[in-house]
């Protein structure tokens, strides 16, 4: 059971918006910055977004990140077949003094 | 260009100590605001956070494993080694390094490739 929460799968078309939505609590998601890793098969982590909503540069600005209260989510625009892999969000927690993961969303491209 | 590259065994057995390596460039540990930190991946499941080294030898370790886990540094060969004491199957994991900054909150920017660990007699 993971600390941040994550649907275990979405889907989409191709040129399709998709959210996927990460859900924590006080002591993560809201007093914290969210950031979301995207992940391809056999490959390390990437980083898409942090602090919430920046973009590190080379990401494309089809993808957005937003936090409301306890809750996260990444948008993804223009969806392309590259796109597919797993997404996962993750937030410094102040009670548990550590990095807490969601358990990953699979994004599958239709 | 910042990289990292993790190496160590890929198989221990039950109560071993792990021992992996670290070896980074495009960046100095000795730099303001930086850190390496250690993040492992069981197969099919969630990153799982293990510890941090900052510039300034700060070392925070995940509570659940602070007491099997020591994290060191030596700046002038650009490493960081992660020791991981009695090892178990269930430690059986993908180990990754990554750059870390705490400039403008960017966190976890840059990962190695990972090395996979399993744990098995």
């Known amino acids: 059971q993971s600390v941040l929460t994550q649907p275990p799968s979405v889907s989409g078309t191709p040129g399709q918006r998709v959210i996927i939505s990460c859900s924590g609590s006080r002591s993560n998601l809201g007093n914290r910055y969210v950031y979301w890793y995207q992940q391809l098969p056999g490959m390390a982590p990437k980083l898409l977004i942090y602090?919430?909503?920046q973009r590190p540069s080379g990401v494309p600005d089809r993808l957005s990140g937003s936090k409301s209260g306890t809750s996260a989510s990444l948008a993804i625009s223009g969806l392309r077949s590259e796109d597919e892999g797993d997404y996962y969000c993750?937030?410094?927690?102040?009670?548990?003094?550590?990095?807490?993961f969601g358990g990953g969303t699979k994004l599958t491209v239709l | 260009q910042i990289t990292l590259k993790e190496s160590g065994p890929t198989l221990v057995k039950p109560t071993q100590t792990l021992t992996l390596t670290c070896t980074f460039s495009?960046?100095?540990?000795?730099?303001?605001?930086?850190?390496v930190g250690w993040i492992r991946q069981p197969p099919g499941k969630a990153p799982e956070w293990l510890a941090l080294?900052?510039?300034?030898?700060?070392?925070p370790y995940s509570p659940s494993l602070k007491s099997r886990l020591t994290v060191t540094k030596d700046t002038s060969k650009n490493e960081v080694v992660l020791r991981m004491t009695n090892m178990d199957p269930v430690d059986t994991a993908t180990y990754y390094c990554?750059?870390?900054?705490?400039?403008?909150?960017?966190?976890?920017?840059?990962w190695g490739q990972g090395t996979k660990v399993t744990v098995s007699s």
């Open positions: 990554a750059h870390y900054q705490t400039a403008n909150h960017v966190g976890f920017d840059v």
């Open positions: 080294i900052y510039w300034n030898d700060d070392k």
């Open positions: 602090a919430n909503n």
């Open positions: 993750t937030s410094w927690d102040d009670s548990l003094s550590t990095w807490v």
């Open positions: 495009g960046f100095s540990l000795s730099t303001s605001g930086l850190a």
